[in-house]
């Protein structure tokens, strides 16, 4: 019921009896009404007192049958962690910050190998937490708790931590008692490396807790794996001085799930096919839609954006007509592709199963809140298709559990040398898995004895993460379609191997089955926006300047749109500066007929770098110095706004140092001020970045 259906039907009721009183009033007299009164009270104990009395009686009587207060125990809140905790009989729980799934999977980690020290440890979501009850963690004897917290954009909070980041910068709490450690996941190409983690293990300190063990720092850019193994690794021992615990010496191989197989008989609506929640959700579609709950788009249409060569660059064109999703120029559309179907078919030849058969994975944790690691029941196909990674190289954790299923003897060293953590093991890894790229699919392949059960697989392997793109349109200009501009992502491994980039294979195939008639029509794709800060200015009067070789364009496109939009309805709109890198004019100068209207319709104004059409190669970073009395006149005394969006690892940190030798040089300021000078023009969201490793 509404809040103005609860406040209508209280209104009704109290004016009824008030009605009923008035009327007694009347007809009655003072004794007749204590009379009736008193014949009212009895008959409610006759109807009410009996009964409980006969419950009470029934349940002396049948008292060896009723369940005893030290046997039962109530089922904890939902979102109280500590009342799991209590009620299971745990002493670690990890929290987890995961916009990709990594922190997600090293938090199930830590916590299942809590148990190989004494300790019992439960994997939480702050999303789905009361994260007040922090200060309560104290109450639970030898209790700690464990944050892996991934860094998101500039500096931010991933999506299920924003909550718990705006909970920490309040202040208001006390967590005198608290016990804990932090484990970052970042990326050093970025300048906010780890900026979560560190605030996260900063805060909590300020606020009373206790720091056991030093803030770890993972960096993707290297190998993630050996430094939160590195870390771990060191953290434990530190762990069970500081509680008087002992490690058992023997590795916990324990299922976090249990199979359950389901008959023929169960009926095909009950089985999901793909969905990411709710059952026939892509059938059914209700608004809103969002990462939870995506929204099936038509592929409308697909074009090659290359002049021929040996690369690939694609636009596609996605219809988001009456779905209500709203979308600005600079945001991401996040795509959910599906894994190759060959892969899938040679995953199931290799063990030897049945791909279609139907199973459920179903946690073994009663308390915990994730009951599935995926929407089951499914088939093998389905959970290998949709919601297993099946494309990425295996952590070292895997390595471990497949030496379980190797019978031959060769293989089973080389699974226990990768998944241990000795130097030799982690050189193993990185030059077997990392350099060599092999996937599953390839370590199947290669150690033939190894037959691991699928459905343990299943468990093991990460969830298949939706891919995001910067959105290359405008809503003004295409309100109800959002455009991609993506590379086709293929090479050649030092194994020999052809590996593909999952999502943009997959369009391109998806593609390819339409022109060749082998499809009746585009497809439909699973899509959602996710909101970003990398945004026009408010006044269209302010100048931008864009940096974006390769499909670092995307955003900048719809930019543009959105500029000449401006223009063509009579609003003064600012200087529109775009310095765009390729390698040939004649091969990938992508969108090139549009941007040249732009420049002849004085929208645009746009420096190109050609890198292979020249003796010498010539990069973005290179122009913007050529350029540097305009660059400078735009980014000083015009205050235009500035974004990069490409490469993170090379072409970003070169733009930067480039716009710093230029405040440096061309703006007069003193070396000592032009970095501070960029920082300031960061801070002011003049300087905005939109990069990738």
Known sequence: MSSAEEMASTSTSEEGTEAFFVFLGISFGFVDLVILALLIAGGLYYLFGRKQASTTDAADKFKQYSIQPTTFQSRPSDNSFISKMKASGRNIVVFYGSQTGTGEEFAGRLAKEAQRYGMKGMVADPEECSMEELTQLKDIDNSLAIFCMATYGEGDPTDNCQEFYDWLQTGDCDLNGLKFAVFSLGNKTYEHFNAMGKYVDKRLEELGGERVFECGMGDDDANIEEDFITWKDRFWPTVCEKFGVEASGEDVLLRQYRLVTHDEGLAPEKVYTGEFARLHSYKNQRPPFDAKNPFMSKMTVYKELHNGGDRSCMHVELDISNSKMRYDAGDHVAVYPVNDSTLVDKIGQLLGVDLDAIFSLVNIDEDSSKKHPFPCPCSYRTALSYYIDITSNPRTHIFKELAEYATGEADKEILKLIGGSTPEGKEKYNSWVVYDNRNIVHILEDLPTCKPNLDHLCELLPRLQARYYSISSSPKVHPTSIHITAALVKYDTP??????????????????????????????????????????????????????PGTGLAPFRGFIQERKYLKDEGKIVGETVLYFGCRQKAVDFIYQNELEDFVNQDVLKIHVAFSRDTGKKVYVQHMLLENATDVWRLIGPENAHLYVCGDAKAMARDVHDAIEKIVRETGGIAESEASAYVKRMEAQKRYSADVWS
């Open 495 to 548: 194994t020999g191997r052809v590996n593909k980039g999952v999502a943009t294979n997959w369009l391109t195939d998806l593609a390819t089955k339409i022109v060749n008639g082998e499809e009746p029509q585009f497809p439909m794709l699973p899509i959602f926006v996710r909101k970003s800060q990398f945004r026009l200015p408010t006044r269209p009067q302010t100048p931008i300047l864009m940096i974006g």
